[in-house]
Structure formats: structure tokens, C-alpha cells
């Protein structure tokens, strides 16, 4: 069992930098992937970014870029940092993880985003 912790969302202009955070504990050695997942209001959840246990990160074509994941394993915490941040990105941003031999995920309760003027 792994319990996921989002921080850090909140207002910006478009262009504005946003840093968010996920606190992971629990059952977090058995983690093979971390990542991130957006939602809009009225819009499915879409996949943003993910990094494995081997450092490896990749993106979605709509934030590669501009957005960079990163782990802090002595701190057991998920980062995203997020650049040049347009208005299509405002959602509800979801941290994940991803177990190695059950494949088994565990999702954060969200912090939302919001780009505007």
C-alpha cells in the first residue's frame, strides 16, 4: 500500500513556472514507475509524464519541453516542474505509482493548477 500526497499547485499567469511535489510513503520499495496525471473539468484524465525506478523519464507530446519530472529517493518524493505554462494546462494534477511485481497503482488525492490572466 503506498499513499500519495500532491502540493505546490495554484494561480499563475501563462508563462508562469510552477514546482509540484508528491510525498510518497508506505509501502514505497516496491515502486517501479512514478508519474504524473492531469484532469480538466469535463475532460478524461490524460497522462502528462512518468520516470522509472532507472531514472528514465518520458512525456506527452503537449508538455515535453517545458515539463520535467524528477525523484528525490531520500526524501521518497515525486517532483514536476512546469515552465511556460499555457491555459490548457490548468487541470487537477494526480501523482502515481506504479508496483513492480503486481503492478498495482496508488493515486494522490490531486492539486490543481490553474493558468490565466
Known amino acids: 500500500q503506498v499513499q500519495l500526497v500532491e502540493s505546490g499547485g495554484g494561480l499563475v499567469q501563462p508563462g508562469g513556472s510552477l514546482r509540484l511535489s508528491c510525498a510518497a510513503s508506505?509501502?514505497?520499495?516496491?515502486?517501479?514507475?512514478m508519474g504524473w496525471y492531469r484532469q480538466a473539468p469535463g475532460k478524461q484524465r490524460e497522462w502528462v509524464a512518468h520516470i522509472t525506478r532507472g531514472g528514465t523519464a518520458n512525456y506527452a507530446d503537449s508538455v515535453k519541453g517545458r515539463f520535467t519530472i524528477s525523484r528525490d529517493n531520500a526524501k521518497n518524493t515525486l517532483y514536476l516542474q512546469m515552465n511556460n505554462l499555457k491555459p490548457d494546462d490548468t487541470a487537477v494534477y494526480y501523482c502515481?505509482?506504479?508496483?513492480?511485481?503486481?503492478?498495482?497503482?496508488?493515486w494522490g488525492q490531486g492539486t490543481q493548477v490553474s493558468v490565466s490572466s
Open positions: 508506505g509501502s514505497i520499495y516496491g515502486i517501479y514507475r
Open positions: 502515481n505509482s506504479r508496483a513492480t511485481i503486481t503492478s498495482v497503482e496508488s
